[in-house]
């Protein structure tokens, strides 16, 4: 006999517990049979376990509310309470602005309604509640429409529940109902369009905007419940397990539910600005984020026999699953694989795994969690999923030119992780045609990044191995192999002088000089005689010769020379030779390079701005279309600052925790002491003020040792809050140089690719846009003989590439633009007026200007 | 999230016995920690490629290679530290089970590397080396404690410098004096002594003969005959004189991956979760 703790949890499921049986009426009838049994002695745990079930497996709502529903039956008042406490924990999550968890609150509302447990009209008023809310959001006088996301989020709450409980609202409460969906339409008038700009996967470089005819999230949430309305609330993909118990569940007491609240409108700033409008949108769309952007990545046969609100259910239910199971590998794919719905949709989930590896600005987990599903779904269905994801990445490659930069290298990272998971068998040959293409076309340049990252985690003649069988050409494309390029290596053409000083060096630290004595050395026999160049050159060329044999051996010679380095490159000038050298060290070794550096800088040994100069240096900036090594250092560069304040953030939230405990313990300690000395005591016969000498003893020196944590803590607080003052300082500092650069750095070129303010595609001048027609004509078939076709589609559209190579450069460098500040956006913000004042003038190109405010989402107006 | 299916006990299920406290101390210190075990892995795994795995968790402070304590060569296992605890979690959540260099690794957290904690680490000795503080002082590099990574131990040469210092260090400072020193006791210990004979005994080891960081490029020749990778690997790769190379190269040397367990006292030691599980 199984246990009801398993039976609730496993409820729906194919498991042991149920037998072999998955219906879902004796799945209820079984786990009712037990859970009624247990009420009486376990109704406290049995109620928060089950409140549990339903949040984190809410694609089994239905199943709960049903359970719920006939326990209604037999204990009114233990429903009465889970009502309750439903209502408290949607209250608590508005608050919070939890919006998983409220969705999924509402979601439960509407089945403890579809299973008779609630007042249908109380579900209506807490739809009204929310609406009202919303609509006074983004009413210009009353609201503050900068928080629609806010308002937004609340509609798609109220239109969320419909596909689970439209139909017995519709039935119930008619007239309301209708009320609410009038009153969202209303709301749909007054809102504003959300435009996608900025965080839409596929780039779209165009100066006029082109997603105005698109519908946003919310529009296209709205049509589809629209459809389902017109269709009579009918769809397959939600179980309606109630149904089948509805002649008991009458019977049961429906129960009110108390009215809810939502949180207040964030006030609008006092002097509003397009700045502090922008900023207060910006932070109200990272608090309600958009959930999930379709990538429509497959062609429409793979998904037409699913209905559009069928596909929102899946969506639903396939987003909820990766958000509450994260960290359950297990169980999260199984669930995936296994979703109550009565067709197949590997396609729609792999589309949507996708959608969230790549969403804009980040998605919920890392990459890397996204990585693992995959993973875990292809060895779940190894006969299915596999070909689905191959399916997903010819797309995605097919429209690479396309593909948001960010977006681009997140795909570059999963795909070469996902590869080595699987011995690195991928069809190379589909894409051999990439060596036809110029250096910086897109195509290629993926193919290249993925093979350099595969190397990375496996190695040089691995990779070689798995392409050389089908596409040996390939070859091409790898990188060198990393071996370290010791400038005084070769005996041919090395300087002599430079070399025994380097052999000089090399044995002094194989003597265990410590720093003091190399730099005297240095100092009086190396500087004096060949100059600073040599110097540095030799130097550095000996440490990291010696420090080149794992990361490691690095760190070290880091940690023990850092001095001598330190010493010799003590500016910006020089800082930027060093890093020259350590390129040249490891030009073989883009992964070396980007260590050494980083770890030069976590040393202080170079600085932020050292690395951004370098990195803009003309010889960089001329790879930044044929290859991602630069951006890679200068990406380094910038999450290193801005880690180093997230932590410093960190730390002074924890301080401060401790600086009211602190002050705590020592006025505590104060007052015991105070009330002990005024305590009169009798010592030898006589009344003395205070207790007696030994305690008083022992309280003064509590209450001066507590006052002295406490000062010290509030020191250690002041210290950190100057520390991170100067942080954002730098930080100013730093994205201030970062944009100068980029805007230098992009003039002339944007000047020279431009025509009538749009970049021009090819000789002949078509412009630059890719036919969106293309990759739904897509055949991404790969189950019988696909690959062949999907090859010469590729193929189409490798011939197809004409870009020329400055045109390639200018949308590249811009895409990073777009990418990077988007990816820092919140740290940028803090610095508009700045950036407005110092760098984005009136003659600024505006296509940079458009590739800084969509990073930041930033509403462009004027011109 | 998804407490349903965690195990509220799991984080410990093992003790490592030489963690100086209790066992709610170690479950308190594994909580916290922002360094994880690393096990499974290929004795040929190197540093770099770990590197580019775990940094996909977030950025790394530190990696250190676990070593055979005989051969001062890479046995199977490393630490990887992080900056902040969220990485450390999602290291341990979606790293562990997947694939590093054909063999599914498996990721930890582990209880080492914490500085100033309760069991008395020194004066926030490691925090020294932090790199990139924002209060960062120009006098901090030269106030280094010179300390020494194990790592280095398997060279000759600069490893063996290295090496002395290690001694040199453990005779004045206590283990408990920084972050290396609070390492060594889940490390291999130090055989400084017997190293010197027992690289006389494996003269011809090749990865005592060449550059370690060459390691790469000989991979190809490396043994790929592993009986535990992967069969469709060992089939796809055709190179029988490669395999060769190995035998004549190789066969010499005491295959580390072979090793017996509990050949010594020693051994368990230097892989602490050998032990624990």
Known sequence: MSSWRTLVLRIGEKCTEYGANIDFKDHLETCFGVVRRELEHSSDDILPFLLQCAEELPHKIPLYGTLVGLLNLENEEFVREVVEKTQTNLQDALYTGSCNKTRVLLRFLTALMCSKVL???????????????????????????????????????????????????????????????????????IRSHVSDTGLSAFEDF???????????????????????????????????????????????????????????????????????????????????????????????????????????????????????????????????????VPFRYEYLMAETIF?????????????????????????????????????????????IADLDMECRTRLILWFAHHLSNFQFIWPWEEWAYVLELPKWAPQRVFVQEVLEREIRLSYWEKIKQSIIENAPTLEELLPPKGLPNFRYTAEDGRDETEHSLSVELKGMVKGRLASKEIISWIDENVLPTHGLDVTLRVVIQALLDIGSKSFTHLVTVLERYGQVISRLCNDQDKQVMLIDEVSYYWKNNTQMTAVAIDRMMGYRLISNLAIVRWVFSQSNANQFHISDRPWEILLNAVSKTYNRITDLRKEISFLKNDVLLAEKASSKAREELEVAESKITLMDGEPVVGENPGKMNRLRTRAEKSKQEEASTRESLEAKEALLARAINENEALFLALYKSFSNVLAEPLHDACVDGILQSSEKGDEMAIDPDDSSAMDLDTENGGSKKSHSNGKKGGDSYNMKENVQWCLTTLAYVKSITRRFASEIWPHAEKLDAEILTEDMHPLLRKAIYSGLRRPTTGP | ???????????????????????????????????????????????????????????????????????????????????SREDTEDAVKYISGT????????????????????????????????????????????????????NLSYEGGYGKLVQKEIEAQRQLVDYNAGSLGSFHPIMPPPQYGRRHERNQGYGGSRRHGRDFHHRKRYRDDDHRDDDRRAPEMSRRIPDHESRRDFDQDSRPEKNPRFRERGDSEEDDEGDHHRRRR
């Open chain 1, 119 to 189: 007042q249908p009209s109380s579900l209506i008023v807490v739809f009204e509640t929310l609406l009202s809310s919303a609509a006074t959001t983004v009413d210009e006088d009353k609201g503050n429409p900068s928080w629609q996301a806010r308002a937004d989020f609340y509609i798609t709450c109220i239109l969320s529940c419909l596909p689970w409980g439209g139909a017995e609202l519709v039935e119930q409460v008619s007239e309301e109902i209708d009320r609410v969906l009038v009153g969202i339409e209303a709301y749909m008038s």
């Open chain 1, 206 to 340: 165009d100066v006029n905007d082109k997603s105005h005819g698109e519908k946003d999230f919310l529009e296209d949430l709205w049509s589809r419940i629209q459809d389902l309305s017109s269709s009579g609330w009918k769809l397959e993909s939600v179980p309606r397990p109630h149904l089948s118990f509805e002649p008991q569940l009458v019977g049961g007491k429906a129960h009110d539910l108390a009215p809810i609240n939502c949180p207040e409108q964030p006030d609008s700033p006092a002097a509003p600005s397009d700045i502090s409008r922008g900023r207060e949108k910006y932070e109200a769309e990272l608090k309600y984020p958009q959930r999930i952007r379709r990538l429509n990545i497959f062609p429409a046969s793979k998904l037409e026999d699913i209905k559009p609100i069928d596909r929102f259910v899946v969506e639903e239910y396939l987003l909820d699953v990766l958000f509450f199971l994260n960290g359950c590998r297990k169980e999260g794919a199984s669930y995936m694989v296994g979703l109550p």
């Open chain 1, 355 to 399: 959608s969230q590896l790549l969403l804009l600005p980040q998605p919920p987990f890392r990459p890397l969690y996204y990585t693992l599903v995959i993973i875990d779904l292809c060895k779940a269905l190894p006969g299915a999923f596999p070909a689905v994801v191959a399916g997903a990445v010819r797309a995605l490659f097919n429209k």
């Open chain 2, 1 to 83: 999230m998804a407490s349903l299916f965690k195990d509220p006990n799991k984080i410990s299920a093992y003790r490592d016995k030489r963690f100086p406290g209790n066992q709610e101390e170690f479950e308190q210190t594994l909580l916290k920690s922002t360094t994880v075990y690393v096990g499974n892995m290929s004795f040929y795994t190197t540093e770099e490629q770990a590197y580019e795995l775990f940094s996909r968790a977030g950025e790394i402070k530190k990696i250190t290679m676990g070593l055979d304590k005989n051969t001062k060569t890479p046995c199977g296992f490393c630490f990887v530290m992080y900056y």
């Open chain 2, 99 to 150: 694939i590093l260099d054909d063999r599914p690794i498996r990721v930890d957290f582990d209880w080492g590397f914490q500085e100033g904690r309760q069991w008395g680490r020194g004066r926030s000795g490691g925090q020294v080396r932090d790199e990139y503080r924002t209060d960062y002082d120009p006098d901090i590099l030269s106030n280094l404690l010179v300390y020494v990574v194990l």
